[in-house]
């Protein structure tokens, strides 16, 4: 059996996510699309937002569907009503897609991007946010864990130095929701998206996001989908929903989000990520082996391992993990170009719950063998 070192990349489905889409096409092909959504009517409309609720401390009403965790983000923040010459901050960890998101907002409303700074170790610098925090601070974005590197974001020390102040506060929870504890009341935040196919193992072509109600009537939607709003004349028409799925629209793959509904449920049975040894073995192993330079800032650190080597590509390890059976992935320093800046690829390694010590063994071998 492989060892899967990639849950960053996509996780390996939880039991249940794909008999419960196999199930739902089945049921498509013998009852018919419509009659398969009316029969699955209470997990889509209701059970699936409880559930995701549940997992990040939320209510089911503040949950919104999306095919990703981009387009959540970018459905909320994109669409924020901010003042004319807003400053906007983000850290060095921000996704690039987020940053793209962030600039053309910018652009639009004449705001500044600023950058809080990280002290010598690669933590953020509250200190600085602290000072420098006024009423022209519209949005802070925080990652609460990027892409490529295994540093955990303060994510509760950063909404507790907001609370009160004009500034709404998003946080990307990709990396993290299914692999640490989140609780959104425990952040204070406004908003927080976050992927179906990471840690929380459910299928691609799911995500979802939190969005505090005071937040909802500061979204600049370009339009509702008719299965939240009605059409009363020619000139106006009303929303008929008082929850976040006025964010989404109609049409989804259902299966997608029944599979969705089976990996939180499995994530409230068991919320743990990666035992602590687990990790620990993963990082020693790749800071023992000889030419591997830890790409490893911050205090606080879980999940994702990521390397790069003085004399072996970041290709050449991936398919070298792979010959002898284990799943390891290329990282693009472009991902995350803030922090990153002067890396172009390096190795990405990745447990959860599912890795055991022995896998990390049978990694370490693989990888003395790859770079020999």
Request: proline fraction near 5%; charge should be neutral.
């Amino acid at each position: 059996m492989r060892v899967h070192l990639n849950t960053a990349g996509a996780a390996i489905p939880a039991p249940g996510v794909h008999r419960a889409m196999a199930g739902y096409l089945a049921a498509e092909v013998e009852l018919g699309p419509y009659e398969a959504e009316a029969a699955h009517a209470a997990d889509l409309e209701r059970r699936v937002y409880e559930r995701l609720g549940r997992v990040i401390g939320a209510r089911a009403e503040d949950i919104a569907l999306f095919g990703s965790a981009t387009d959540a983000w970018c459905r909320i923040v994109c669409h924020l009503r901010v003042p004319a010459g807003s400053r906007f901050w983000l850290t060095p960890y921000e996704y690039a897609g987020n940053l793209i998101a962030l600039q053309r907002l910018a652009q639009r409303c004449g705001g500044r991007l600023e950058v809080v700074p990280t002290r010598p170790g690669g933590d953020l610098d509250l200190d600085w946010m602290r000072s420098r925090l006024d009423e022209r601070v519209a949005l802070v974005s925080v990652v609460h864990m990027p892409s490529g590197l295994g540093v955990v974001q303060p994510v509760e020390e950063v909404g507790a130095l907001l609370a009160g102040s004009e500034a709404v506060y998003v946080v990307d929870a990709c990396q993290t929701v299914g692999q640490l504890p989140v609780d959104v009341t425990a952040i204070g935040c406004h908003a927080l998206t976050a992927a179906g196919r990471k840690f929380l193992r459910g299928p691609r072509g799911s995500g979802f996001a939190y969005v505090r109600p005071h937040l909802w009537d500061r979204i600049e939607v370009p339009f509702h989908d008719l299965h939240v709003a009605r059409a009363d004349s020619l000139h106006s028409h009303r929303l008929t929903t008082e929850t976040a799925a006025r964010f989404e629209t109609a049409e989804r793959n259902n299966a997608v989000v029944l599979g969705l509904l089976a990996a939180a449920e499995h994530a409230l049975a068991r919320p743990d990520g990666a035992p602590a040894e687990v990790f620990g073995a993963l990082l020693e192993t790749v800071c023992q082996q000889p030419g591997a330079r830890l790409l490893a800032p911050g205090a606080r650190r879980a999940g994702i391992v990521a390397f790069t080597h003085r004399d072996a590509s970041p290709e050449l390890i991936r398919d070298g993990l792979a010959e002898c059976g284990v799943t390891g992935w290329v990282g693009l320093g472009a991902h995350t170009p803030l922090s990153l800046a002067g890396v172009d690829r390096f190795v990405r390694t990745s447990v959860h719950h599912y890795n055991t010590l022995a896998d990390i063994e049978t990694f370490g071998r693989a990888l003395r063998w790859t770079t020999r």
